[in-house]
Protein backbone atom coordinates (compact mmCIF):
# COMPACT_ATOMS: atom_id res chain seq x y z
CA UNK A 1 0.00 0.00 0.00
CA UNK A 2 2.69 2.30 0.97
CA UNK A 3 4.48 2.13 -2.54
CA UNK A 4 1.08 2.68 -4.39
CA UNK A 5 -0.10 5.83 -2.64
CA UNK A 6 2.42 7.95 -4.27
CA UNK A 7 1.35 7.07 -7.74
CA UNK A 8 -2.43 7.40 -7.32
CA UNK A 9 -1.49 11.09 -5.52
CA UNK A 10 0.05 11.81 -8.42
CA UNK A 11 -2.54 10.68 -10.98
CA UNK A 12 -5.20 12.85 -8.77
CA UNK A 13 -3.09 16.27 -8.83
CA UNK A 14 -2.35 16.24 -12.43
CA UNK A 15 -6.15 15.24 -13.26
CA UNK A 16 -6.91 18.30 -10.99
CA UNK A 17 -4.90 20.70 -12.03
CA UNK A 18 -5.84 21.33 -15.63
CA UNK A 19 -3.51 22.83 -18.42
CA UNK A 20 -1.14 25.40 -16.94
CA UNK A 21 -1.92 28.37 -19.79
CA UNK A 22 -5.11 28.70 -21.92
CA UNK A 23 -4.99 27.23 -25.29
CA UNK A 24 -6.56 30.09 -26.69
CA UNK A 25 -5.85 33.97 -26.87
CA UNK A 26 -9.01 36.04 -25.08
CA UNK A 27 -11.43 37.20 -27.56
CA UNK A 28 -10.41 40.98 -29.01
CA UNK A 29 -13.41 42.64 -28.61
CA UNK A 30 -12.76 41.79 -24.59
CA UNK A 31 -10.26 44.18 -24.77
CA UNK A 32 -12.55 47.09 -25.86
CA UNK A 33 -12.75 50.21 -23.89
CA UNK A 34 -16.34 51.57 -23.89
CA UNK A 35 -15.18 54.77 -25.99
CA UNK A 36 -13.91 52.06 -28.49
CA UNK A 37 -17.29 50.11 -28.62
CA UNK A 38 -19.39 53.76 -28.23
CA UNK A 39 -16.95 55.06 -31.27
CA UNK A 40 -18.04 51.68 -33.11
CA UNK A 41 -21.81 51.85 -32.53
CA UNK A 42 -21.69 55.71 -34.23
CA UNK A 43 -20.20 53.93 -37.31
CA UNK A 44 -23.12 51.71 -37.75
CA UNK A 45 -25.72 51.95 -40.35
CA UNK A 46 -28.86 53.06 -37.88
CA UNK A 47 -32.52 52.97 -39.11
CA UNK A 48 -32.72 56.48 -39.93
CA UNK A 49 -30.14 56.32 -42.32
CA UNK A 50 -32.74 54.59 -44.46
CA UNK A 51 -34.94 55.79 -46.91
CA UNK A 52 -38.50 55.78 -45.83
CA UNK A 53 -40.95 54.59 -48.59
CA UNK A 54 -43.57 57.67 -48.47
CA UNK A 55 -46.37 54.80 -50.46
CA UNK A 56 -46.92 50.97 -49.77
CA UNK A 57 -45.34 49.39 -52.21
CA UNK A 58 -47.79 46.42 -51.76
CA UNK A 59 -50.39 46.38 -54.60
CA UNK A 60 -53.99 46.33 -53.18
CA UNK A 61 -56.03 43.78 -54.76
CA UNK A 62 -58.53 45.11 -57.16
CA UNK A 63 -62.32 44.42 -55.81
CA UNK A 64 -63.87 42.71 -59.56
CA UNK A 65 -67.64 43.89 -57.85
CA UNK A 66 -66.44 47.56 -57.18
CA UNK A 67 -64.38 47.74 -60.10
CA UNK A 68 -67.30 46.94 -62.11
CA UNK A 69 -70.00 48.95 -60.55
CA UNK A 70 -71.72 45.69 -58.71
CA UNK A 71 -73.85 45.34 -55.09
CA UNK A 72 -75.05 42.31 -54.26
CA UNK A 73 -78.57 42.40 -53.02
CA UNK A 74 -78.69 40.89 -48.91
CA UNK A 75 -79.47 37.51 -49.69
CA UNK A 76 -82.60 35.96 -49.18
CA UNK A 77 -83.21 32.23 -49.06
CA UNK A 78 -85.76 30.27 -50.46
CA UNK A 79 -84.54 26.60 -49.39
CA UNK A 80 -81.18 24.81 -50.60
CA UNK A 81 -80.57 25.42 -54.39
CA UNK A 82 -81.77 22.29 -56.35
CA UNK A 83 -79.23 19.60 -57.47
CA UNK A 84 -79.17 18.72 -61.50
CA UNK A 85 -76.96 16.13 -63.19
CA UNK A 86 -73.48 17.03 -64.27
CA UNK A 87 -73.90 15.68 -67.74
CA UNK A 88 -71.20 14.06 -69.80
CA UNK A 89 -68.65 16.81 -69.99
CA UNK A 90 -67.37 17.71 -66.79
CA UNK A 91 -63.75 17.60 -66.82
CA UNK A 92 -62.00 17.92 -63.11
CA UNK A 93 -58.85 19.58 -61.94
CA UNK A 94 -59.64 22.76 -63.86
CA UNK A 95 -57.02 25.97 -63.35
CA UNK A 96 -58.05 28.30 -60.82
CA UNK A 97 -59.29 31.23 -62.18
CA UNK A 98 -62.37 33.80 -62.45
CA UNK A 99 -61.93 34.69 -66.25
CA UNK A 100 -62.84 32.28 -68.68
CA UNK A 101 -63.17 34.78 -71.49
CA UNK A 102 -60.33 34.65 -73.90
CA UNK A 103 -59.54 37.26 -76.22
CA UNK A 104 -61.18 36.52 -79.79
CA UNK A 105 -63.44 34.21 -78.22
CA UNK A 106 -67.31 35.27 -79.84
CA UNK A 107 -70.39 35.25 -77.88
CA UNK A 108 -71.88 37.89 -75.52
CA UNK A 109 -69.89 38.97 -72.75
CA UNK A 110 -71.49 38.02 -69.06
CA UNK A 111 -70.46 38.63 -65.57
CA UNK A 112 -72.14 36.05 -63.48
CA UNK A 113 -71.86 36.94 -59.18
CA UNK A 114 -73.86 35.89 -55.97
CA UNK A 115 -73.33 34.41 -52.55
CA UNK A 116 -72.59 30.79 -51.55
CA UNK A 117 -74.81 30.87 -48.60
CA UNK A 118 -75.20 27.25 -45.79
CA UNK A 119 -78.54 26.65 -45.17
CA UNK A 120 -79.02 29.56 -42.47
CA UNK A 121 -78.42 32.04 -45.41
CA UNK A 122 -75.03 32.67 -43.67
CA UNK A 123 -71.66 33.09 -46.24
CA UNK A 124 -69.38 30.65 -46.68
CA UNK A 125 -66.02 32.29 -47.35
CA UNK A 126 -63.87 30.07 -49.52
CA UNK A 127 -66.36 27.66 -50.87
CA UNK A 128 -65.04 26.60 -53.63
CA UNK A 129 -66.62 26.77 -57.00
CA UNK A 130 -65.74 24.57 -59.98
CA UNK A 131 -67.75 26.14 -63.62
CA UNK A 132 -67.88 24.83 -66.94
CA UNK A 133 -69.76 25.65 -70.15
CA UNK A 134 -70.66 25.21 -74.08
CA UNK A 135 -69.05 28.15 -76.21
CA UNK A 136 -71.93 30.30 -77.77
CA UNK A 137 -72.22 28.22 -80.69
CA UNK A 138 -73.02 25.40 -78.17
CA UNK A 139 -69.80 23.83 -78.01
CA UNK A 140 -67.81 22.29 -75.17
CA UNK A 141 -63.96 22.03 -75.23
CA UNK A 142 -63.12 18.00 -74.23
CA UNK A 143 -59.38 18.26 -74.66
CA UNK A 144 -58.66 21.31 -72.62
CA UNK A 145 -60.17 23.80 -70.40
CA UNK A 146 -61.62 26.39 -72.25
CA UNK A 147 -64.79 27.83 -70.47
CA UNK A 148 -63.80 25.53 -67.74
CA UNK A 149 -62.06 26.77 -64.39
CA UNK A 150 -62.78 26.66 -60.33
CA UNK A 151 -62.29 29.56 -57.83
CA UNK A 152 -63.23 30.03 -54.26
CA UNK A 153 -65.43 32.69 -52.68
CA UNK A 154 -64.19 35.75 -51.32
CA UNK A 155 -63.91 36.44 -47.40
CA UNK A 156 -67.41 37.32 -47.78
CA UNK A 157 -68.92 34.36 -49.56
CA UNK A 158 -68.69 36.21 -53.05
CA UNK A 159 -68.17 34.48 -56.19
CA UNK A 160 -67.58 36.63 -59.65
CA UNK A 161 -67.22 34.80 -62.98
CA UNK A 162 -66.87 36.33 -65.85
CA UNK A 163 -67.75 34.70 -69.20
CA UNK A 164 -69.84 34.48 -72.15
CA UNK A 165 -73.67 33.59 -72.77
CA UNK A 166 -73.01 29.88 -73.59
CA UNK A 167 -74.65 28.56 -76.77
CA UNK A 168 -77.94 25.84 -76.77
CA UNK A 169 -76.65 22.33 -78.41
CA UNK A 170 -79.28 19.61 -79.23
CA UNK A 171 -81.60 18.91 -76.56
CA UNK A 172 -80.60 21.84 -73.71
CA UNK A 173 -81.14 25.16 -73.86
CA UNK A 174 -78.94 28.10 -72.40
CA UNK A 175 -77.00 26.63 -69.30
CA UNK A 176 -73.74 26.86 -66.69
CA UNK A 177 -72.58 24.42 -64.97
CA UNK A 178 -71.58 24.73 -61.69
CA UNK A 179 -70.05 22.29 -58.54
CA UNK A 180 -70.13 23.34 -54.90
CA UNK A 181 -68.22 22.51 -51.94
CA UNK A 182 -68.22 24.42 -48.27
CA UNK A 183 -64.82 23.71 -46.85
CA UNK A 184 -64.49 19.89 -45.88
CA UNK A 185 -67.99 19.76 -46.89
CA UNK A 186 -69.46 18.03 -49.57
CA UNK A 187 -69.63 18.17 -53.49
CA UNK A 188 -72.95 19.53 -54.75
CA UNK A 189 -73.72 19.72 -58.54
CA UNK A 190 -76.24 21.74 -60.13
CA UNK A 191 -76.78 24.07 -63.25
CA UNK A 192 -77.42 28.10 -64.32
CA UNK A 193 -80.62 28.94 -66.46
CA UNK A 194 -81.44 32.04 -68.52
CA UNK A 195 -84.45 34.45 -68.17
CA UNK A 196 -86.97 34.07 -71.43
CA UNK A 197 -84.58 31.41 -73.22
CA UNK A 198 -86.72 29.46 -75.73
CA UNK A 199 -85.09 26.12 -75.39
CA UNK A 200 -86.05 26.40 -71.50
CA UNK A 201 -89.36 25.04 -71.47
CA UNK A 202 -88.63 22.03 -74.10
CA UNK A 203 -85.46 21.24 -71.82
CA UNK A 204 -86.55 18.35 -69.68
CA UNK A 205 -83.36 18.57 -67.31
CA UNK A 206 -84.68 22.58 -66.96
CA UNK A 207 -85.91 23.62 -63.42
CA UNK A 208 -86.90 27.29 -63.07
CA UNK A 209 -86.05 27.81 -59.43
CA UNK A 210 -82.20 27.71 -61.32
CA UNK A 211 -82.77 30.96 -63.56
CA UNK A 212 -80.19 33.83 -63.08
CA UNK A 213 -81.67 37.46 -62.43
CA UNK A 214 -80.15 39.29 -65.54
CA UNK A 215 -79.12 43.18 -66.00
CA UNK A 216 -78.44 44.12 -69.10
CA UNK A 217 -75.59 46.83 -69.20
CA UNK A 218 -73.43 48.37 -71.90
CA UNK A 219 -72.30 45.63 -74.24
CA UNK A 220 -72.38 42.85 -71.90
CA UNK A 221 -74.69 41.01 -68.68
CA UNK A 222 -74.43 40.99 -65.49
CA UNK A 223 -76.23 37.44 -63.63
CA UNK A 224 -77.31 37.46 -60.13
CA UNK A 225 -77.32 33.76 -58.53
CA UNK A 226 -77.20 32.87 -54.98
CA UNK A 227 -76.12 29.49 -54.17
CA UNK A 228 -77.56 27.77 -50.73
CA UNK A 229 -75.68 24.93 -50.26
CA UNK A 230 -76.07 22.07 -47.37
CA UNK A 231 -73.09 21.21 -45.67
FE1 LIG B 1 -74.16 21.02 -70.53
Same mark, same amino acid.
Given at each position: ?11 ? +???? $????? %?? @???? =?????? /? *? !? ?6 ? +???? $????? %?? @???? =?????? /? *? !? ?18 E??YYTPNTPERTLLF ?10 V?G?V ?7 IPNAWLDFWQ ?7 D??GYILRGHQFAD???RYFLET ?12 IHVKLQAP?G?IHTS?L ?34 F?I??
Amino acid at each position: MRRIFPVIAALV +LTAC $SGPAT %PT @TAPA =ATSTLS /F *A !AIVTEAAA +LPTE $SASPV %PS @TPTI =AQPIDP /F *A !ANFITLPVPVCNGLTPEQTEGPYYTPNTPERTLLFEPGMSGERLIVVGYVLDSNCQPIPNAWLDFWQADANGVYDNSGYILRGHQFADEQGRYFLETVLPGEYPGRTEHIHVKLQAPNGQIHTSQLYFPNAAGNTPDGIFDPALIVTMEERQGYYVAYFNFVIAP
